[in-house]
């Protein structure tokens, strides 16, 4: 589902509206007739106006004003717009407390390549800064209340790319258990053993003490988190729009 299907981004569209548009087949921007009756004028109006201002934005790639327009629940609409301006990001800590721990590893993964970024080598803000104003769209599991924030505390940086938390998606499809648990429901291969946040820790501490086959076991473990989130979005994305849009369109 592409960003130029979605009317709920409008003041006085909600998805009840959406679903009435969808079914009456303006299933797109370029569907829509102002003298439709699927609206009032006022709304039509705000709809035609929309449209105008939306496809600029598409034009420059930028997804941000359709994302804070959009319910949480559905920015995952922006995702094939700037699939390859994507940013899958995944960190690893020392702990859950962004006052007294450190992040150790980050790892981004956008357009088939991969980087990670380790501490006291090359993670700065400054790096993170780049990456993300590099992106059209972040995604994470569970980085709205833990990536994201602990970034901002440690590296005083303030991420303001649009965010697609999977972890809230996949509630949606009854994916529930974790990144790993739905990676295993889903069939998405890992290369790397289970290997749990605690051990992510530890083997951050082996390394500390001299052990660099530690720190490469780390950064693979942090970097198969980050790749596999692209598989588990596609699969949402798929799957919501089936359950969201193709199922509206079909309603009698």
């Avoid at 079914?23 to 929309?50: K, L, N, P, Y």
């Avoid at 956008?110 to 993170?128: H, M, P, S």
């Avoid at 440690?154 to 974790?178: A, N």
Wanted: glycine share 6%.
């Amino acid at each position: 589902m592409r960003i130029e299907n979605s009317f709920i981004p409008v003041r006085g569209v909600g998805e009840t509206t959406e679903r009435r548009l969808w079914q009456e087949g303006i299933t797109h921007w370029d569907d829509f007739d102002r003298s439709a009756d699927a609206v009032g004028a006022t709304v039509a109006a705000r709809i035609e106006s929309f449209i105008d201002e939306g496809w600029s934005h598409l034009e420059r790639g930028d997804v941000s004003v359709f994302a804070d327009a959009l319910p949480a629940s559905s920015r995952w609409r922006c995702y094939e717009n700037v699939s390859d301006e994507t940013c899958f990001l995944d960190i690893e800590t020392t702990g859950l407390d962004a006052t007294c721990n450190d992040v150790t590893t980050v790892s981004v993964h956008r357009d088939g390549e991969t980087k990670t970024f380790v501490k006291d080598r090359d993670l700065t803000a400054r790096r993170l800064e780049r990456e993300l104003d590099d992106s059209s769209l972040l995604v994470t599991f569970n980085g709205q209340r833990f990536d994201v924030p602990f970034l901002e505390t440690c590296y005083d940086i303030d991420v303001t790319t649009p965010h697609v938390d999977l972890m809230y998606p996949c509630k949606q499809l009854d994916l529930d258990g974790g990144l790993k648990a739905i990676e295993r429901d889903l069939g998405i291969d890992r290369d790397m053993p289970d290997i749990s946040g605690r051990d992510a820790v530890r083997l951050w501490h082996q390394y500390e003490s001299g052990d660099e086959s530690a720190l490469e076991t780390l950064v693979e473990y942090n970097r198969a988190d980050t790749r596999n989130m692209e598989p588990l979005m596609e699969i949402v994305a798929e799957r919501l729009h089936e359950r969201v849009f193709e199922a509206a369109r079909t309603e009698q």
